[in-house]
């Protein structure tokens, strides 16, 4: 993806709210079932809170019952990255995205078969929303 964003982290915090600093620039995790997004199904895009990058489209929402946003796809396989995760001894697929390096959430290979099997399980604090028009 070109047009990287590259700030300092003096920059990231005064951008993003403490919350938002701690997942998308820490790897942190909010607490299951307490994002604003995990039982939200409005028609629209999810956008990185980073940098504004769409990330996820409503249509790819479902609910899996894990207390974060679930999505069985991007928008775009350019507009994330993925890289192995062995924290807390632990195996998973981190999520970030392409544009900032923000630190988005996991995927697992558990979602909905007809839909390629596979579970975006994303943090709240790193989306922003953008209703459909």
Same mark, same amino acid.
């Given at each position: 993806?070109?047009?990287?964003?590259?700030?300092?982290?003096?920059?990231?915090?005064?951008?993003?709210?403490?919350?938002?600093?701690?997942?998308?620039?820490?790897?942190?995790?909010?607490?299951?079932?307490?994002?604003?997004?995990?039982?939200?199904?409005?028609?629209? %895009?999810?956008?990185?809170?980073?940098?504004?990058?769409?990330?996820?489209?409503?249509?790819?929402?479902?609910?899996?019952?894990?207390?974060?946003?679930?999505?069985?796809?991007?928008?775009?396989? %350019?507009?994330?990255?993925?890289?192995?995760?062995?924290?807390?001894?632990?195996?998973?697929?981190?999520?970030?995205?392409?544009?900032?390096?923000?630190?988005?959430?996991?995927?697992?290979?558990?979602?909905?078969?007809?839909?390629?099997?596979?579970?975006?399980?994303?943090?709240?604090?790193?989306?922003?929303? %953008?209703?459909?028009?």
């Amino acid at each position: 993806m070109a047009d990287k964003v590259e700030l300092s982290e003096a920059e990231w915090r005064e951008k993003l709210t403490p919350e938002q600093y701690h997942v998308l620039r820490e790897a942190g995790t909010e607490r299951a079932f307490t994002g604003k997004y995990d039982k939200h199904y409005a028609a629209g %895009e999810y956008m990185c809170a980073g940098c504004g990058t769409k990330l996820f489209g409503s249509d790819a929402k479902y609910n899996s019952g894990c207390g974060w946003p679930a999505f069985t796809r991007p928008t775009d396989d %350019e507009t994330i990255e993925e890289r192995r995760d062995v924290s807390y001894g632990m195996i998973r697929t981190e999520v970030l995205c392409a544009k900032c390096g923000g630190h988005l959430g996991h995927v697992f290979p558990d979602g909905p078969p007809q839909e390629g099997g596979l579970r975006y399980c994303i943090n709240s604090a790193s989306l922003d929303f %953008e209703p459909e028009d």
